[in-house]
């Protein structure tokens, strides 16, 4: 009898947040991921980027850092930088805050077989939603909130789908 042993090693996951400039929504979105996933002991490789480079190598914008700062996340951390045609080879999924990003990132060179990998961040949490999480830059300190509760949710929705499959 032969016995063949056989070495399963499951890859985490890598998922890249998508939004304009990388300096509000995705960053604050990398923030609540990377916190919940390591709550629940999931392992997931987990980065963001922004569609345009105004902003590449910025810290998060103040209001953003403020805003997760109130919810208990350190983002301080965190770099703008731009998306790049390897992104659609690096990560598993590619979740973009608006449908206006969504389309410029799908304008950044990928093979087709990588399109599949790029949708809309909230509709983790309404699938089919097509929903998007506003651009809250020009805006005032209510939208930060609002981002924040839009993001909090669809994290959630998010890990859980993953829970049990890392
Ligand atoms: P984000 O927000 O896409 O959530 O990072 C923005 C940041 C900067 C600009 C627009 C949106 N901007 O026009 O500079």
């Not at 490789?45 to 805003?67: F, L, M, Q």
């Not at 703008?80 to 690096?90: I, K, N, Q, S, W």
């Not at 304008?107 to 651009?135: A, C, I, T, W």
Request: with cysteine.
């Amino acid at each position: 009898m032969h016995y063949m042993s056989i070495n399963i090693t499951f890859a985490a996951m890598k998922v890249l947040l998508v939004c304009l400039g990388n300096i509000c929504r995705s960053p604050m979105a990398e923030g609540i991921l990377r916190d919940k996933a390591r709550e629940r002991g999931l392992r997931l490789t987990i980065d963001s980027a922004g569609t345009n480079r105004y902003h590449t190598g910025e810290a998060p914008d103040h209001r953003a850092v403020a805003k997760m700062k109130e919810h208990g996340h350190d983002i301080t951390d965190l770099r703008a930088r731009t998306l790049e045609p390897e992104d659609f080879g690096r990560f598993d999924r590619i979740l973009v805050m608006d449908t206006s990003n969504l389309q410029n990132v799908l304008r950044v060179p990928h093979k087709s077989s990588h399109g599949s990998k790029v949708s809309l961040f909230l509709n983790e949490f309404q699938p089919q939603g097509n929903q998007s999480v506003p651009d809250p830059y020009f805006g005032g300190d209510d939208g930060f909130e609002d981002v924040y509760q839009m993001l909090d949710k669809a994290c959630e929705a998010y890990l859980n789908t993953l829970d049990g499959k890392s």
